[in-house]
């Protein structure tokens, strides 16, 4: 890729993530090491960008798979949202997903892009989270207040 033709930067990027939940009902997260795009330090809900001609829920399976050596199913999408990092020069649009881990031990296998792996409880998130993962919890627990409908 050329230094003028970088994804986020020269031109809007696309992305996905996923809220990856155990069957003890946790979510996992990692936290961004030095070689991330963006927003090192910080913890996120996983994913990674979109390659060309890719669904995005394939994406976020393949993501996993890679960075994590985990399996995860897809279950619902919690919808899309502008990630717009002023202070880094970057303007992403990414896709929010809800999934859950089916098969695979976690592990850091891009240690240069994570730094600390985890299962959270979800009332237990560090604080420090990405402008994504903040905009993927605001949607998610949205959702689940819909979903429990109003309240007698």
């Not at 002023?86 to 730094?115: D, M, N």
């Not at 420090?128 to 689940?144: D, F, W």
Request: glycine fraction near 16%.
């Amino acid at each position: 890729m050329s230094e003028r033709n970088r994804p986020g930067h020269d031109f809007i990027g696309v992305g996905v993530g996923a809220m990856v939940f155990d069957d003890d009902g946790r979510v996992f997260l990692a936290r961004r090491g030095p070689g991330a795009r963006n927003e090192a330090g910080l913890w996120e809900f996983p994913g990674g960008m979109v390659d060309f001609g890719e669904r995005l829920a394939d994406a976020v399976v393949r993501e996993f798979a890679e960075e994590y050596g985990m399996t995860v199913e897809v279950t619902g999408s919690l919808g899309v949202a502008d990630h717009i990092l002023p202070g880094e020069g970057q303007h992403w649009v990414s896709a929010s997903f809800t999934a859950r881990h089916v098969g695979g031990t976690p592990q850091i296998e891009e240690p240069g892009k994570c730094t600390a792996i985890g299962w959270f409880r979800l009332g237990e998130l560090p604080e420090q989270l990405t402008e994504a993962g903040r905009q993927t919890l605001a949607a998610y627990e949205e959702l689940r207040r819909r979903s429990a409908g109003p309240t007698p």
